[in-house]
Protein backbone atom coordinates (compact mmCIF):
# COMPACT_ATOMS: atom_id res chain seq x y z
CA UNK A 1 0.00 0.00 0.00
CA UNK A 2 1.32 3.58 -1.02
CA UNK A 3 2.40 5.83 1.68
CA UNK A 4 1.07 8.84 2.77
CA UNK A 5 4.09 10.80 1.11
CA UNK A 6 3.76 8.46 -2.12
CA UNK A 7 -0.15 9.32 -2.62
CA UNK A 8 0.71 13.47 -1.60
CA UNK A 9 3.44 13.51 -4.43
CA UNK A 10 0.77 11.90 -7.12
CA UNK A 11 -1.75 14.58 -5.88
CA UNK A 12 0.99 17.00 -6.71
CA UNK A 13 1.48 16.05 -10.60
CA UNK A 14 -2.24 15.10 -11.36
CA UNK A 15 -2.65 18.56 -9.94
CA UNK A 16 0.08 19.58 -12.43
CA UNK A 17 -1.47 18.10 -15.34
CA UNK A 18 -4.89 19.76 -14.55
CA UNK A 19 -3.57 22.98 -14.99
CA UNK A 20 -1.98 22.03 -18.29
CA UNK A 21 -5.00 20.59 -19.79
CA UNK A 22 -7.52 23.46 -18.35
CA UNK A 23 -5.06 25.87 -20.05
CA UNK A 24 -5.40 24.22 -23.25
CA UNK A 25 -9.17 23.57 -22.90
CA UNK A 26 -9.42 27.77 -22.44
CA UNK A 27 -7.11 27.99 -25.46
CA UNK A 28 -8.69 25.79 -28.01
CA UNK A 29 -12.15 27.18 -27.14
CA UNK A 30 -11.00 30.63 -28.20
CA UNK A 31 -9.56 29.01 -31.27
CA UNK A 32 -12.55 26.91 -31.53
CA UNK A 33 -14.70 30.39 -31.96
CA UNK A 34 -12.40 32.29 -34.26
CA UNK A 35 -12.17 29.08 -36.44
CA UNK A 36 -16.64 27.93 -35.81
CA UNK A 37 -17.29 31.89 -37.50
CA UNK A 38 -14.79 31.40 -40.61
CA UNK A 39 -16.41 28.43 -40.92
CA UNK A 40 -20.07 29.23 -41.02
CA UNK A 41 -19.37 32.90 -42.57
CA UNK A 42 -17.76 30.46 -45.41
CA UNK A 43 -20.80 28.40 -45.58
CA UNK A 44 -23.01 30.27 -47.59
CA UNK A 45 -20.98 31.39 -50.25
CA UNK A 46 -19.31 27.76 -50.73
CA UNK A 47 -23.07 26.92 -51.11
CA UNK A 48 -24.53 29.44 -53.62
CA UNK A 49 -21.08 28.70 -55.72
CA UNK A 50 -22.26 25.03 -55.79
CA UNK A 51 -26.19 25.93 -56.63
CA UNK A 52 -24.64 28.69 -59.65
CA UNK A 53 -22.42 25.77 -61.07
CA UNK A 54 -25.34 22.31 -60.71
CA UNK A 55 -27.82 25.55 -62.50
CA UNK A 56 -25.42 26.60 -65.04
CA UNK A 57 -24.26 23.24 -65.97
CA UNK A 58 -27.66 22.08 -66.16
CA UNK A 59 -28.80 25.31 -68.77
CA UNK A 60 -25.80 24.38 -71.09
CA UNK A 61 -26.09 20.84 -71.35
CA UNK A 62 -24.09 20.71 -74.53
CA UNK A 63 -21.04 22.15 -72.66
CA UNK A 64 -17.76 20.12 -72.65
CA UNK A 65 -15.38 20.47 -70.33
CA UNK A 66 -12.09 18.76 -69.20
CA UNK A 67 -13.17 18.69 -65.69
CA UNK A 68 -17.07 17.94 -66.12
CA UNK A 69 -15.64 14.43 -68.37
CA UNK A 70 -16.64 10.96 -66.86
CA UNK A 71 -14.37 8.05 -67.45
CA UNK A 72 -14.05 4.34 -65.95
CA UNK A 73 -12.17 4.92 -62.39
CA UNK A 74 -8.91 3.22 -62.85
CA UNK A 75 -6.60 5.71 -60.92
CA UNK A 76 -8.35 8.01 -58.21
CA UNK A 77 -6.65 10.81 -56.24
CA UNK A 78 -7.43 11.33 -52.15
CA UNK A 79 -7.04 14.93 -50.63
CA UNK A 80 -7.19 13.63 -46.89
CA UNK A 81 -7.44 16.99 -43.91
CA UNK A 82 -5.87 15.88 -41.12
CA UNK A 83 -4.43 18.06 -38.11
CA UNK A 84 -0.78 19.16 -37.12
CA UNK A 85 -1.28 18.49 -33.50
CA UNK A 86 -2.80 15.70 -31.30
CA UNK A 87 -4.55 16.01 -28.24
CA UNK A 88 -7.88 16.49 -29.89
CA UNK A 89 -9.01 12.81 -28.76
CA UNK A 90 -9.83 10.57 -31.58
CA UNK A 91 -10.38 13.21 -34.38
CA UNK A 92 -7.41 12.07 -36.21
CA UNK A 93 -7.83 8.35 -35.92
CA UNK A 94 -11.21 9.08 -37.35
CA UNK A 95 -10.45 10.86 -40.25
CA UNK A 96 -7.60 8.89 -41.28
CA UNK A 97 -10.10 5.19 -40.39
CA UNK A 98 -12.41 6.78 -42.35
CA UNK A 99 -10.26 7.67 -45.59
CA UNK A 100 -8.84 3.89 -45.40
CA UNK A 101 -12.54 2.70 -46.04
CA UNK A 102 -13.05 5.53 -48.44
CA UNK A 103 -10.22 3.89 -50.25
CA UNK A 104 -10.99 0.79 -49.90
CA UNK A 105 -9.57 -2.49 -51.78
CA UNK A 106 -8.62 -0.06 -54.45
CA UNK A 107 -5.08 -1.41 -56.02
CA UNK A 108 -2.61 0.69 -53.65
CA UNK A 109 -0.39 1.41 -57.18
CA UNK A 110 -4.22 3.04 -58.24
CA UNK A 111 -4.42 5.35 -55.40
CA UNK A 112 -2.40 8.85 -55.23
CA UNK A 113 -2.80 10.86 -51.46
CA UNK A 114 -2.45 14.54 -51.26
CA UNK A 115 -2.05 15.18 -47.44
CA UNK A 116 -2.79 17.88 -45.10
CA UNK A 117 -1.86 17.81 -41.70
CA UNK A 118 1.24 16.17 -39.70
CA UNK A 119 -0.80 13.40 -38.65
CA UNK A 120 -2.33 13.05 -41.86
CA UNK A 121 1.18 12.74 -43.40
CA UNK A 122 2.77 10.30 -40.41
CA UNK A 123 -0.13 8.05 -40.97
CA UNK A 124 -0.02 7.50 -44.76
CA UNK A 125 3.36 7.42 -44.81
CA UNK A 126 3.39 3.80 -43.65
CA UNK A 127 0.82 2.94 -46.20
CA UNK A 128 1.98 1.46 -49.31
CA UNK A 129 -0.20 4.37 -51.09
CA UNK A 130 2.22 7.09 -53.35
CA UNK A 131 2.15 10.36 -51.98
CA UNK A 132 1.50 12.93 -54.24
CA UNK A 133 2.07 16.57 -52.24
CA UNK A 134 1.96 17.27 -48.66
CA UNK A 135 1.06 20.68 -46.69
CA UNK A 136 1.52 21.29 -43.21
CA UNK A 137 1.48 23.59 -40.59
CA UNK A 138 -0.80 25.79 -41.66
CA UNK A 139 -2.01 28.82 -39.88
CA UNK A 140 -5.39 28.74 -38.41
CA UNK A 141 -6.02 31.71 -40.26
CA UNK A 142 -5.22 30.33 -43.34
CA UNK A 143 -5.93 31.72 -46.40
CA UNK A 144 -7.50 30.84 -49.18
CA UNK A 145 -4.05 30.92 -51.78
CA UNK A 146 -2.90 28.42 -49.85
CA UNK A 147 -4.67 25.66 -51.32
CA UNK A 148 -4.45 27.35 -54.36
CA UNK A 149 -1.72 25.45 -55.59
CA UNK A 150 -3.47 21.84 -53.87
CA UNK A 151 -6.42 22.29 -56.45
CA UNK A 152 -3.79 23.37 -59.63
CA UNK A 153 -2.05 19.92 -58.88
CA UNK A 154 -5.24 17.67 -58.60
CA UNK A 155 -6.72 19.65 -61.67
CA UNK A 156 -3.67 19.00 -62.81
CA UNK A 157 -3.47 15.20 -62.44
CA UNK A 158 -7.19 14.73 -63.43
CA UNK A 159 -6.80 16.98 -67.27
CA UNK A 160 -4.03 14.58 -67.90
CA UNK A 161 -5.52 11.42 -66.88
CA UNK A 162 -3.32 11.04 -64.21
CA UNK A 163 -6.54 9.92 -62.43
CA UNK A 164 -9.94 10.01 -63.06
CA UNK A 165 -11.78 10.89 -60.12
CA UNK A 166 -10.84 13.03 -57.24
CA UNK A 167 -12.01 12.72 -53.65
CA UNK A 168 -11.79 15.03 -50.79
CA UNK A 169 -12.12 13.42 -47.02
CA UNK A 170 -12.20 15.99 -43.89
CA UNK A 171 -14.38 16.60 -41.26
CA UNK A 172 -17.29 18.53 -41.32
CA UNK A 173 -17.76 20.59 -38.00
CA UNK A 174 -21.41 20.49 -36.74
CA UNK A 175 -21.00 21.70 -33.23
CA UNK A 176 -17.79 21.19 -30.57
CA UNK A 177 -19.24 17.81 -29.45
CA UNK A 178 -19.83 16.53 -32.76
CA UNK A 179 -17.50 16.73 -36.19
CA UNK A 180 -18.52 14.35 -38.69
CA UNK A 181 -15.82 12.64 -41.21
CA UNK A 182 -17.05 13.14 -44.69
CA UNK A 183 -16.02 12.44 -48.20
CA UNK A 184 -17.05 14.86 -51.23
CA UNK A 185 -16.29 13.63 -54.88
CA UNK A 186 -14.60 16.78 -56.24
CA UNK A 187 -13.89 15.95 -59.53
CA UNK A 188 -15.18 15.08 -62.21
CA UNK A 189 -17.75 17.34 -61.13
CA UNK A 190 -21.19 15.74 -61.27
CA UNK A 191 -23.42 17.57 -64.11
CA UNK A 192 -26.45 18.47 -63.29
CA UNK A 193 -29.37 17.63 -65.84
CA UNK A 194 -32.34 20.04 -66.35
CA UNK A 195 -32.23 21.29 -62.38
CA UNK A 196 -32.02 25.61 -63.63
CA UNK A 197 -34.35 26.86 -60.49
CA UNK A 198 -36.85 28.10 -62.91
CA UNK A 199 -34.24 30.22 -64.16
CA UNK A 200 -32.87 31.05 -67.45
CA UNK A 201 -29.57 31.55 -68.69
CA UNK A 202 -28.19 34.05 -71.51
CA UNK A 203 -24.45 33.69 -71.65
CA UNK A 204 -22.20 36.15 -72.00
CA UNK A 205 -18.98 35.57 -72.79
CA UNK A 206 -19.98 32.10 -73.93
CA UNK A 207 -21.17 29.01 -71.58
CA UNK A 208 -17.36 26.81 -71.88
CA UNK A 209 -15.81 30.08 -71.61
CA UNK A 210 -17.21 31.02 -68.26
CA UNK A 211 -17.40 27.33 -67.46
CA UNK A 212 -13.86 27.79 -67.81
CA UNK A 213 -13.47 29.96 -65.65
CA UNK A 214 -15.63 29.23 -62.78
CA UNK A 215 -14.72 25.97 -62.34
CA UNK A 216 -11.14 25.81 -61.20
CA UNK A 217 -12.57 28.58 -58.51
CA UNK A 218 -15.21 26.54 -57.62
CA UNK A 219 -12.73 23.80 -56.49
CA UNK A 220 -10.64 26.03 -54.85
CA UNK A 221 -13.69 27.19 -52.79
CA UNK A 222 -14.55 23.75 -52.03
CA UNK A 223 -11.05 22.88 -50.71
CA UNK A 224 -10.98 25.96 -48.69
CA UNK A 225 -14.23 25.32 -47.29
CA UNK A 226 -13.18 21.86 -46.02
CA UNK A 227 -10.33 23.23 -44.55
CA UNK A 228 -11.86 25.66 -42.29
CA UNK A 229 -14.45 23.61 -41.67
CA UNK A 230 -11.64 20.62 -40.64
CA UNK A 231 -9.72 23.77 -38.42
CA UNK A 232 -13.43 24.09 -36.57
CA UNK A 233 -13.71 20.42 -36.14
CA UNK A 234 -10.46 19.87 -34.64
CA UNK A 235 -9.97 22.64 -32.14
CA UNK A 236 -14.00 21.68 -30.87
CA UNK A 237 -12.50 17.96 -30.71
CA UNK A 238 -9.36 19.48 -28.61
CA UNK A 239 -11.62 21.34 -26.41
CA UNK A 240 -13.90 18.09 -25.68
CA UNK A 241 -11.17 15.80 -24.89
CA UNK A 242 -9.23 18.17 -22.55
CA UNK A 243 -12.57 19.28 -20.31
CA UNK A 244 -12.80 15.45 -20.20
CA UNK A 245 -8.74 15.27 -19.13
CA UNK A 246 -9.47 18.19 -16.82
CA UNK A 247 -12.67 16.48 -15.64
CA UNK A 248 -11.00 13.05 -15.06
CA UNK A 249 -7.68 14.73 -13.07
CA UNK A 250 -10.65 16.45 -10.75
CA UNK A 251 -11.96 13.02 -10.10
CA UNK A 252 -8.39 11.14 -9.38
CA UNK A 253 -7.08 14.10 -6.86
CA UNK A 254 -10.86 12.96 -5.09
CA UNK A 255 -9.43 9.79 -4.72
CA UNK A 256 -6.07 10.10 -3.97
CA UNK A 257 -7.51 12.57 -1.71
CA UNK A 258 -9.40 9.99 0.05
CA UNK A 259 -6.43 7.52 -0.44
CA UNK A 260 -4.05 9.82 1.39
CA UNK A 261 -5.96 11.05 4.25
CA UNK A 262 -7.26 7.17 5.02
CA UNK A 263 -3.07 6.60 5.03
CA UNK A 264 -2.29 9.11 7.29
CA UNK A 265 -5.02 7.97 9.61
CA UNK A 266 -3.63 4.78 9.51
CA UNK A 267 -0.18 6.09 9.99
CA UNK A 268 -1.25 8.55 12.96
CA UNK A 269 -3.12 5.29 14.79
CA UNK A 270 -0.03 3.00 14.00
CA UNK A 271 2.03 5.88 15.82
CA UNK A 272 -0.40 5.86 18.95
CA UNK A 273 -0.50 2.19 19.02
CA UNK A 274 3.28 1.76 18.96
CA UNK A 275 3.30 4.64 21.48
CA UNK A 276 1.00 2.99 24.04
CA UNK A 277 2.35 -0.60 23.70
CA UNK A 278 5.63 0.79 24.73
CA UNK A 279 4.60 2.68 27.60
CA UNK A 280 2.68 -0.57 29.08
CA UNK A 281 6.08 -2.02 28.59
CA UNK A 282 7.64 0.94 30.30
CA UNK A 283 5.48 0.06 33.55
Not at 155 to 179: C, G, I, N, P
Not at 218 to 231: C, F, G, K
Request: net charge positive.
Amino acid sequence: MATAKEIRRRIRTVKNIQKITNAMKMVAAARLKKAQARAEAARPYAQKMKELMNSLSASATQIWHPLLERREEKNSAFIIIGADRGLAGSYNANIMHHALREIGDRNPDSVRLILVGKKAVSFFKRRPYKIEATLENLALDAAFSDVRWLTARVRSMFESREVDAVYLVYARFVTAMKQVPTTVQLLPMEQAVGDTNGREYEFEPEADELLAALLPRYLDTQVYQALIEAQASEQGARMSAMSAATNNASEMIETLTLAYNKARQAAITKELTEIVTCAEALK
